[in-house]
């Protein structure tokens, strides 16, 4: 059986973290601001149609609740090896 060490219990509960492909709903999420103005300037929905268009292309969020705080776009070759585009994290 799985329980809570006191650590964690002495802590208010944390929203649950977790990474999803990006999917057209996620389309009209607020943008993250990582700094960098090439990747901030990209919207959800031009990120969304690259992987729709581009069978090789994953993006993927890393949200806590419904806040994005960070994405990944990862690219799979012809050599079967996976490559990151693109990694960029909320300030």
Partial sequence: MLT???RLSSHRALAAVHFRKLTESHTSLLPITSGVLSLDRVTWGDRWFDMAT???RTIYLLKSGSKVMAYL???LDKNDCL???ELAADN
Avoid: A, L, Q, V
């Fill in 4 to 6: 809570r060490t006191t």
């Fill in 54 to 56: 581009t069978p090789e």
């Fill in 73 to 75: 776009s990862i690219t």
């Fill in 83 to 85: 490559w990151i585009d």
